[in-house]
């Protein structure tokens, strides 16, 4: 098995393993973000060069560095490879550039958007993000558009991840939307504005790391930090009906799929868990959530050091 050193620190891992993966072993600050990978989603990856990193020995056989930073979602490790990723200053400069660059369209309405919170680039924006833009042109909008019944499409967020398209390539059979245009004119659309409706389209929302695919059901009726994340889960016969439910009181304002410390969907859920069962009473509720101590959804959830929600 390989052995790679990321900021000093070395691990054993697989054979193909990525150095993000990698990274995400060893976990800290030495972790790239990943705003298109995503693990469950074949293809992901390798588009928003957010994860880059420095290789500064390639391997035992070949120690020369790699010329150029790379991407660590699709370089795979090597024996004796060695990665600088947060310790380098090249590496910091370069996130902070591709930050600037995915915020040249994207506005920052996080007052307003309901991805505030729990949001990838709201987070990198904070990190590695400028107090002003050197952009001087006009941005492009996009008019608002709803493509089904549940989701709501804020094209102007868009920073074209993809994996709203690979999630319906991979878990649905009639997905009938995608990326049209080129360039700057590129964006995410229906056919001729036609309705998502098939019984998994409502994964899409979970997989968006910005405010760009919301859930009609529960816009605008709270901020993620009032409610409290539970574990629950029900007798499904779409899905695996294991779930997080948001509470507030006795109220379930919204339903998504459990997610990882890294925000990937653990298991895909259909739409009549997410949008049709708001009730308590559809639900056996197994606990709070686990929830990272520096997530703002953690505000006010905590109890005696506990690193769970109350």
Same mark, same amino acid.
């Given at each position: 098995?390989?052995?790679?050193?990321?900021?000093?620190?070395?691990?054993?891992?697989?054979?193909?393993?990525?150095?993000?993966?990698?990274? +995400?072993?060893?976990?800290?600050?030495?972790?790239?973000?990943?705003?298109?990978?995503?693990?469950?989603?074949?293809?992901?990856?390798?588009?928003?060069?957010?994860?880059?990193?420095?290789?500064?020995?390639?391997?035992?056989?070949?120690?020369?560095?790699?010329?150029?930073? *790379?991407?660590?979602?699709?370089?795979? *490790?090597?024996?004796?490879?060695?990665?600088?990723?947060?310790?380098?200053?090249?590496?910091?400069?370069?996130?902070?550039?591709?930050?600037?660059?995915?915020?040249?369209?994207?506005?920052?309405?996080?007052?307003?958007?309901?991805?505030?919170?729990?949001?990838?680039?709201?987070?990198?924006?904070?990190?590695?993000?400028?107090?002003?833009?050197?952009?001087?042109?006009? +941005?492009?909008?996009?008019?608002?558009?709803?493509?089904?019944?549940?989701?709501?499409?804020?094209?102007?967020?868009?920073?074209?991840?993809?994996?709203?398209?690979?999630?319906?390539?991979?878990?649905?059979?009639?997905?009938?939307?995608?990326?049209?245009?080129?360039?700057?004119?590129?964006?995410?659309?229906?056919?001729?504005?036609?309705?998502?409706?098939?019984?998994?389209?409502?994964?899409?929302?979970?997989?968006?790391?910005?405010?760009?695919?919301?859930?009609?059901?529960?816009?605008?009726?709270?901020?993620?930090?009032?409610?409290?994340?539970?574990?629950?889960?029900?007798?499904?016969?779409?899905?695996?009906?294991?779930?997080?439910?948001?509470?507030?009181?006795?109220?379930?304002?919204?339903?998504?799929? +459990?997610?990882?410390?890294?925000?990937? *969907?653990?298991?895909?859920?259909?739409?009549?868990? +997410?949008?049709?069962?708001?009730?308590?009473?559809?639900?056996?509720?197994?606990?709070?959530?686990?929830?990272?101590?520096?997530?703002?959804?953690?505000?006010?959830?905590?109890?005696?050091?506990?690193?769970?929600?109350?």
């Amino acid at each position: 098995m390989p052995k790679v050193t990321i900021d000093g620190q070395t691990i054993e891992v697989a054979e193909g393993t990525s150095i993000l993966h990698a990274a +995400r072993q060893l976990g800290g600050e030495c972790v790239p973000p990943a705003m298109c990978y995503y693990t469950p989603l074949k293809g992901s990856g390798g588009k928003c060069r957010t994860c880059l990193v420095k290789v500064t020995k390639g391997s035992e056989k070949d120690p020369r560095p790699m010329p150029k930073l *790379v991407a660590s979602c699709q370089t795979m *490790v090597m024996d004796g490879m060695e990665v600088a990723s947060k310790s380098d200053q090249a590496v910091v400069d370069a996130r902070k550039g591709v930050v600037e660059f995915l915020l040249l369209n994207h506005p920052l309405d996080c007052p307003i958007c309901d991805q505030a919170g729990e949001c990838h680039l709201q987070d990198l924006a904070f990190e590695h993000g400028s107090a002003n833009t050197r952009y001087e042109f006009e +941005r492009r909008t996009f008019e608002k558009i709803d493509i089904g019944p549940y989701i709501k499409l804020h094209m102007t967020r868009c920073i074209l991840c993809y994996r709203c398209v690979y999630t319906a390539n991979q878990i649905t059979d009639n997905r009938v939307h995608g990326i049209i245009g080129r360039g700057d004119h590129a964006e995410i659309s229906t056919y001729i504005e036609k309705a998502i409706d098939n019984d998994f389209s409502g994964n899409v929302i979970d997989v968006c790391p910005v405010g760009a695919l919301t859930d009609r059901t529960f816009r605008f009726k709270s901020r993620v930090w009032f409610l409290k994340p539970m574990d629950a889960h029900r007798d499904c016969d779409k899905c695996c009906g294991k779930t997080t439910v948001w509470v507030s009181g006795e109220d379930i304002y919204r339903v998504t799929a +459990r997610k990882d410390k890294y925000g990937e *969907v653990e298991e895909f859920i259909c739409n009549t868990c +997410r949008f049709e069962k708001k009730s308590a009473s559809d639900w056996v509720i197994e606990g709070p959530r686990a929830i990272e101590r520096h997530s703002v959804i953690s505000q006010n959830h905590y109890a005696n050091g506990a690193t769970t929600v109350v």
